[in-house]
């Protein structure tokens, strides 16, 4: 430093003012080009710091969307199971064949179960009330986890609609129809008339329902699971 003020000391002296102004400027681009760079390290190392909490959040993200996947295809299971029993039973009331009696009997009993995933899927909510959705640069991942949030929430209404249809409608049809100490039925006819079958193609077109939008939400998260996985492998 000292260096330096005596050099210009001595321009001015010499008179040598346009060199001294010459030499002034370039001190101060010096100056400035220290300053900016000093900026852009702080950008640099600030941005390196964000990705890696970015990466954190991708792989705890795809962890909470492995969970969502294992329980919905757990849900899908149980409600594919019993749609399966409910169309051979409908198959087997329409046949009007009496030997079918007790098979049809012993479907009843699963007219009250339903799948019941029973979350709202507010991965996306959490990540904009934490303020963390500000470091998820991926679009593509961001539009999914919006669009399976509104698919767990149709989830839900539909496990809603089915539950109401069996407070309404099946137990209002069994308590009227059935011997549940002995587990028969009133009337031999009443697992073949048309309220019973009725009840079965209501069952039937919720449960389809269901069907659709759990396997949409399993496709979801396999997309997003993608984008997730390219991240990581991005950043290696």
């Known amino acids: 430093m000292k260096l330096f003020r005596k050099f210009r000391q001595n321009l001015v002296r010499e ?4 060199k001294y102004m010459l030499y002034a400027l370039g ?5 400035m080009i220290g300053i ?5 390290v702080d950008k640099w190392n600030d941005q390196r710091l964000n990705r890696i909490e970015e990466l954190k959040l991708y792989t705890n993200l795809k962890g909470d969307l492995e969970q969502v996947r294992v329980d919905i295809t757990g849900q899908n299971n ?14 087997a009331s329409l046949s009007g064949d009496l030997e079918k009696q007790d098979t049809l009997i012993a479907t009843v009993p699963f007219l009250f179960n339903y799948s019941d995933f029973d979350q709202d899927g507010n991965i996306y909510e959490t990540l904009v009330n934490s303020g963390d959705v500000k470091l998820l640069g991926n679009d593509k991942i961001l539009k999914g986890i919006r669009r399976l949030e509104w698919r767990c929430q149709y989830i839900n ?13 099946v137990a209002s049809w069994a308590s009227s129809n ?3 100490a002995q587990m028969e ?3 031999t006819r009443t697992l073949f008339s048309y309220e019973f079958q009725n009840l079965l193609l209501l069952l039937q077109r919720v449960m389809e329902e269901k069907q659709m939008i759990y396997k949409a939400v399993v496709a979801e998260i396999e997309l997003i699971t993608k984008e997730i996985d390219l991240e990581i492998e991005m950043s290696r």
Do not use: P, T
């Not at 900016?36 to 852009?40: D, I, N, P, S």
């Open 78 to 91: 149980y409600n594919g199971d019993h749609l399966k029993m409910f169309n051979y039973a409908l198959e």
């Open 36 to 40: 900016l760079l000093a900026f852009q």
């Open 15 to 18: 008179g040598k003012l346009s």
């Open 27 to 31: 001190e101060i681009l010096l100056v």
């Open 157 to 169: 209404r539909m496990e809603n609609i089915h539950w109401d249809i069996i407070l309404e409608y």
């Open 178 to 180: 059935l011997n549940f």
């Open 185 to 187: 039925a009133v009337n």
